[in-house]
């Protein structure tokens, strides 16, 4: 792939996030604010840049229109995470789509396994959970956890329920560029 290829799949692939990154969604913090502060927990933990890249873009399926949006304020699950892992495809393998795919399923389960952990989800986490499907049962839960991707999904997931400091400050935008360059290929099926 060319630097001009690879620059334009670049910009495709951030578009999203220029566009309604500074939206709010419930949470105190801005959707790319969400997603950054993710991300650098992830980089602190000694996450694969796999996992860091997933933790950058597990919400972008709520930035892709306005749909999401307007299902959610109907009471509708808009499934944000398989249209974000979706659109992910089309450029990265499962180790960035299937943690994405998978970070709602997570939410579900550890709130099946753990009480404490449902109990400590903020009130927009919470509303969404009953759109979701609410906690798993135990079916559900012995297919998620033989999922190969269920560890970095439960990773992420507890990334994302601590990533909504409105106080924090996050590297811009274009900071990413480097790590997801280094993770374009051609997608490996999930």
Known sequence: ?????????????????????????????????????????????????????????????????????????????????????????RWFGAEVTEPVRLHVAAKRYLCAVDPAYQAGLSAASMRSLGLQGGPMDAEEQARFGAHPHAADALALRRWDDAAKDPQCTVPPLERW??????????PDQP
Do not use: N
């Not at 290829?5 to 951030?14: E, G, N, P």
């Not at 500074?22 to 913090?29: A, F, T």
């Not at 560029?177 to 290929?185: E, K, M, V």
């Open 177 to 186: 560029r480097p790590l997801l360059t280094s993770l374009l290929g051609v």
């Open 1 to 89: 792939m060319t630097h001009t290829m690879i620059a334009a799949t670049l910009d495709q692939l951030l578009a999203p996030f220029h566009r309604a990154g500074q939206q709010h969604y419930g949470e105190d913090v801005t959707q790319y604010a969400h997603g950054a502060q993710c991300a650098v927990m992830a980089q602190a933990a000694g996450a694969a840049p796999a996992l860091v890249a997933a933790a950058l873009l597990h919400d972008i399926g709520q930035l892709l229109d306005d749909a999401g949006a307007a299902a959610e304020h109907a009471g509708i699950d808009a499934r944000h995470e398989h249209r974000g892992a979706d659109l992910l495809a």
